[in-house]
């Protein structure tokens, strides 16, 4: 069964959709300095339905909706099954299987990393052939994976320890780096704060596992932290900070490179070559990453979602449920707090 006609007709791009109007309900970790799963829990379980309220307000204002507590227009409730965790995926889940009652819609139960994937089909003009590589970097994943059609995903290569949104946010926290929680991810803000002439001193910090088809970013880590502590009086400097930051940001990226430099290498004698690349999550939103690869990989073409898409975001949601339109009214549904895109294609 293929997604009703109607979201086929774009011009161009046979899986365009087109987002109409975004809500931010961002959450605000400003009190927990970092995500705690109770908080993110209680904090999803009262904006969901905030969001879903103004959204469908908003659509009746615009248009799009004749009548906002049944519209007709909609056609099946996407949302996230997994992987994620546990208490904040239920809460979606409750909303979107009362939603698709009330208004008797199929639901379309999602993959979070796979939206993740298939996010720059919907605002991409450039076409993205399989077989492609897919960069995932996220605050749960960092991996490599080779795509062969919406549905086939293999792992190459994965992080062994910490994710890499996880280290960028546990060491914005070490160099203290100042921002507002409500409105920035911890990474972006390190990003901001490593932005360096391009002259700067260059520190050596660890690239592990180099030529493995592993990441690991504990070490990474531990390195910053012990440098901060041991020299305080160095990094009481906020130039050197800086620097630090910088140096992190650079060295988290190479492994990034060596695993695509791998998969590439791994994948030159089969027949189908591999041309494409998307990169996409959270951390896929840093621009010094993006010209990092652009300019190492120059032969490939990057296909990176609008930054404001590369964070979690329900457009990327529905968009996935509309490709893989796989209609369901089973409300027996429940999360699946892990769930790898190799057992999803299964
Ligand atoms: O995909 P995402 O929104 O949520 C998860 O699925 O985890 O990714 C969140 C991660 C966080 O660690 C956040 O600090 C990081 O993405 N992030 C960034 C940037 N923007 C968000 N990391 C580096 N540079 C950025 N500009
Ligand atoms: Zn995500």
Same mark, same amino acid.
């Given at each position: ?56 307000? &908003?659509?009746?204002?615009?248009? @799009?909706?004749?009548? $906002? ?7 099946? *409730? %996407? #949302? ?122 260059? &520190?050596?910090?660890?690239?592990? @596992?180099?030529?493995? $088809? ?7 880590? *531990? %390195? #910053? ?122």
């Amino acid at each position: 069964m293929s997604a009703p006609k109607k979201y086929a007709e774009s011009p161009g791009n046979q899986y365009h959709a087109t987002v109409h109007e975004s809500i931010v309900y961002k959450q605000d970790h400003s009190k927990t300095k970092g995500i705690e799963p109770l908080v993110a829990a209680n904090s999803h379980a009262h904006r969901i339905p905030l969001a879903i309220r103004d959204i469908l307000e &908003r659509g009746h204002k615009r248009g @799009l909706l004749k009548n $906002s507590s049944l519209p007709v227009e909609i056609d099946a *409730v %996407a #949302v996230t099954q997994g992987p994620g965790m546990a208490a904040c995926l239920a809460q979606g889940l409750a909303n979107a299987k009362l939603l698709a009652t009330l208004w008797n819609k199929p639901l379309l139960y999602t993959h979070h990393m796979v939206a993740h994937t298939l996010t720059p089909l919907m605002t991409s003009t450039t076409p993205l052939k399989f077989p492609f590589l897919v960069v995932l970097l996220s605050g749960g994943h960092t991996q490599v994976v080779l795509s062969s059609s919406l549905t086939e995903y293999k792992i190459l290569a994965t992080t062994t320890d910490n994710s890499i949104g996880d280290a960028f946010d546990k060491v914005a926290r070490m160099l203290s780096i100042d921002f507002d929680w409500a409105k920035t991810a911890p990474g972006a803000a390190l990003e901001h704060f490593a932005r360096v002439p391009p002259d700067c001193k260059k &520190r050596k910090l660890p690239i592990p @596992l180099k030529g493995k $088809s592993q990441f690991s970013y504990s070490g990474l880590m *531990v %390195a #910053v932290q012990r440098l901060v502590e041991n020299n305080p009086a160095l990094f009481s400097s906020e130039e050197e900070l800086r620097y630090l930051a910088h140096d992190f940001q650079e060295a988290a990226f190479a492994q990034i490179q060596d695993k695509i430099h791998m998969a590439l290498a791994h994948h030159s004698g089969s027949p189908h070559t591999i041309m494409d690349i998307v990169v996409s999550g959270g951390v896929a939103s840093n621009q010094a990453l993006r010209h990092s690869l652009s300019a190492k990989f120059p032969h490939l073409t990057f296909h990176f979602p609008p930054p404001w898409l590369c964070t979690d975001n329900a457009a990327m949601i529905a968009h996935a449920g509309l490709l893989l339109w796989n209609p369901s009214h089973d409300l027996s549904q429940i999360p699946y707090a892990k769930w790898s895109v190799e057992a999803f294609a299964r």
